[in-house]
């Protein structure tokens, strides 16, 4: 019997032939397989072009359950070019109705074979998002003004793996009208909708564009000679990409002065280690220290300073805010996107869910003051979102002089770190905040007590079963944070 699928990579149709077979008992040793990419072959079904009609499946036949993973495995051989691919699935098939121990066993030729090739297919599909380069095509200004630039790529991959990837790429360039060429199947992305054609001839790949002179000048200039690892470097770029990067004529000679370019970065004087500097406030103090002298002039140069990278791209800094000389400063890491929007801290869901706990408390919001130890917003850009990052130890300490001018301008009487970056800048060592949360430590020169617990959005990112608990410890740390030691009751 005779099989014919018109499109070698229709896993649905495969599928409802193979249960068709599987139904009516075809052994797969009495089936012969053929896909549209290969001439001739059986137009019916079963039989000769032109012969009988479907067999149906056989009256009252079981059914034959497969592992999920055997649908992924099949999702992913019938990419591989492999004519014999719809064989080798469909006796997989076959033994896994008639052998139900061969799901638990991982040294089957056939199942290791199938795997091997879903594996190719992986890889030449990370390949294909590795090695595409996209070229601007120049069309008409008409054109250009009413749909935008174009970029057109060109790429050979080893498989049929372009509809596979396609959902990838527009992604990962949503906002670019682009296609990708390839000498089997071609997709085109119009900013709305994938398209998909027949195959391009390589003469179709557009001329180099004034944007690969640029990246080959970055690529001269981030070429480590120090890290060079030939065998590794042709194992991960093959040489049959090589031909259509543009970086390939590069990398001989960049190899060849790779040893006389690391020998002269031993030779070369070491760089002298950089200094954060805090920056330049408005009132200078006697014996040349600056300050800011009130909480205005703080916002406002906090507001300015770039000592680190964090400032020039939030939208404002973040101070605190509460009431001078208040009996608690309650110190968090830095202020999310909600925060640095509004310009206050703790207003987003972190912030919501401290107000709910001191209000259960009857710890009112506004007899505390609410800062952090960073005071802009550092993020990573997914899409439209901004997500919060940690800041970086660097880039604590150079916002440290900002908390200490802080701290000397409300004057506490006593300091609650809310997790570890705060803890960190409060007391001047790392904390194992786990370990030391719950108790009030005096460490600090100026003898302000410091009481260490979680930040809340700690408490956010635990999963439901876990929340409850966590709460309850939490709250249970707020309220003796609000009882305050000795020292605040005596002051």
């Not at 590795?130 to 057109?152: K, N």
């Not at 060079?228 to 093959?238: F, H, I, S």
């Not at 200078?284 to 400032?311: K, M, N, Q, T």
């Not at 007899?367 to 952090?372: F, G």
Request: net charge neutral; glycine share 8%.
């Amino acid at each position: 019997m005779q099989v014919r699928l018109e499109d070698p990579i229709d896993l649905d149709a495969f599928r409802r032939h193979a249960r068709q077979l599987l139904a009516a008992g075809v052994p797969p040793d009495h089936v012969e397989w053929h896909d549209g990419s290969a001439p001739g072959g059986a137009a019916d079904l079963f039989g000769e072009a032109g012969g009988d009609a479907p067999l149906p499946p056989a009256a009252g036949a079981a059914r034959h359950p497969v592992p999920a993973s055997f649908i992924a495995l099949c999702a992913d051989v019938i990419l591989h070019r492999d004519a014999q691919r719809f064989a080798l699935l469909y006796r997989l098939l076959w033994r896994l109705a008639h052998e139900p121990g061969l799901r638990h066993d991982p040294i089957d030729a056939d199942m290791m074979q199938a795997q091997l090739m879903a594996k190719a297919v992986h890889r030449d599909i990370h390949k294909m998002r590795a090695f595409v380069r996209f070229t601007r095509v120049a069309g008409s200004d008409a054109e250009q003004e009413q749909a935008g630039e174009r970029h057109v790529a060109w790429f050979e991959p080893d498989h049929r793996i372009v509809e596979a990837n396609a959902p990838f790429f527009a992604r990962r360039f949503a906002q670019m009208r682009w296609a990708i060429l390839t000498p089997e199947r071609c997709v085109e992305w119009d900013g709305q909708a994938l398209s998909f054609r027949d195959g391009a001839d390589r003469r179709e790949k557009p001329p180099p564009d004034a944007g690969e002179q640029l990246w080959l000048t970055y690529y001269e200039n981030i070429f480590n000679p120090a890290r060079l690892k030939l065998a590794t470097m042709r194992r991960e770029m093959p040489r049959r990409y090589w031909h259509n990067l543009p970086e390939a004529a590069l990398i001989q000679p960049l190899a060849e002065a790779a040893g006389a370019r690391s020998q002269s970065m031993i030779d070369a004087p070491a760089t002298p280690a950089r200094r954060i500097r805090a920056p330049l406030l408005l009132n200078p103090l006697p014996g040349g220290g600056v300050a800011p002298a009130d909480l205005g002039e703080l916002r406002a140069a906090a507001h300015a300073c770039r000592a680190c990278p964090i400032g020039a791209f939030a939208t404002q800094a973040v101070c605190g805010e509460g009431p001078l000389g208040a009996g608690h400063m309650l110190v968090g890491e830095q202020p999310g996107d909600q925060e640095d929007l509004a310009g206050r801290p703790f207003v987003g869901p972190a912030g919501q869910l401290l107000d709910r706990a001191m209000a259960q408390l009857g710890w009112a919001r506004d007899s505390v003051y609410l800062a952090n130890a960073v005071k802009h917003f550092k993020y990573e850009l997914r899409g439209k979102r901004r997500i919060h990052k940690t800041a970086g130890q660097r880039e604590a300490e150079a916002c440290a002089h900002w908390l200490d001018s802080e701290i000397s301008l409300v004057r506490p009487k006593a300091l609650v770190a809310l997790g570890a970056t705060a803890a960190r800048a409060l007391l001047g060592r790392p904390v194992a905040v786990q370990a030391e949360r719950g108790a009030w430590l005096n460490e600090r020169g100026d003898g302000l007590p410091v009481f260490v617990t979680l930040h809340p959005s700690a408490l956010l990112r635990l999963p439901d079963e876990q929340r409850g608990e966590a709460h309850a410890l939490w709250l249970a740390d707020l309220a003796r944070a609000m009882a305050a030691p000795a020292i605040i009751e005596g002051s």
